[in-house]
């Protein structure tokens, strides 16, 4: 079973610009989240999709937008990058959201910002 | 506020040695209580999962305890091995649907 896929793995980019990332959940998994990781603030929750609906969110500017297709793949959106979004942007699956079944992640996008 | 701590931040032991991981948690109101860990360059692999009305669950070498009136788990390594370095998180799902994830514990096991 092929587990979750972010595309692409690394990403340069410069301020100003708009990027879109991309997940693929394991096959059969309908809830999609996505995390931001820095070195100064760890892991945050960005949002979590299910059904093609934002489920949940988490305290981040609108710079920041997520969607879910019909087949539970999944894109975030960032707007007007800043300095301060480098990061490693994590994509995680599960059966069902909430985070009541263990969450399988991919391995990250790495979004660089100069 | 959900705040969740891990202690030490780093740790270097031999091989061969048992060892504990700490991660403590300042609402007890929680759902359940997961142990990752986190290659270099990697995404987070889950190790094990307590549902909140759980003591411990165990995978192999692994063995997680939970006690959630004192906000606090422990992850506890036996016989540790090289290919156990990478770092190990906590993160707890919270009444917000919302898992919060501790600062991490850095693992190096030498030869």
């Known amino acids: 079973k092929a587990g979750v896929t972010q595309t692409p793995r690394y990403l340069i980019k410069t301020r100003g610009q708009q990027v879109t990332l991309s997940c693929s959940p394991i096959s059969g998994h309908r809830s999609v989240s996505w995390y931001q990781q820095t070195p100064g603030q760890g892991l945050q929750f960005l949002f979590e999709?299910?059904?093609?609906?934002?489920?949940n969110k988490g305290n981040f500017p609108g710079r920041f937008s997520g969607r879910q297709f019909s087949n539970s793949r999944s894109e975030m959106n960032v707007s007007t990058l800043e300095l301060g979004d480098s990061a490693l942007y994590l994509c995680?699956?599960?059966?069902?959201?909430?985070?009541?079944?263990?969450?399988?992640f991919g391995d990250g996008t790495r979004l660089s910002i100069l | 506020k959900q705040e969740v701590t891990q202690i030490p931040a780093a740790l270097s032991v031999p091989e061969g040695e048992n060892l504990v991981l700490n991660c403590s948690f300042t609402d007890s109101a929680i759902y359940n209580l997961q142990w990752f860990r986190q290659d270099p360059g990697k995404g987070l692999t889950s190790l094990l999962l307590?549902?909140?009305?759980?003591r411990e669950q165990t995978s192999g070498r692994l063995n997680a305890s939970l006690d959630k009136s004192s906000g606090r788990s422990t992850l506890y390594i036996a016989a540790s091995q090289p290919g156990d370095s990478a770092t190990y998180l906590c993160?707890?799902?919270?009444?917000?649907?919302?898992?919060?994830f501790g600062t991490g514990t850095r693992l190096q096991v030498f030869p």
């Open positions: 993160a707890v799902l919270h009444n917000t649907d919302k898992l919060i």
């Open positions: 999709y299910f059904s093609e609906t934002q489920r």
């Open positions: 307590i549902q909140s009305s759980q």
């Open positions: 995680a699956s599960s059966l069902d959201p909430g985070g009541y079944q263990p969450q399988h």
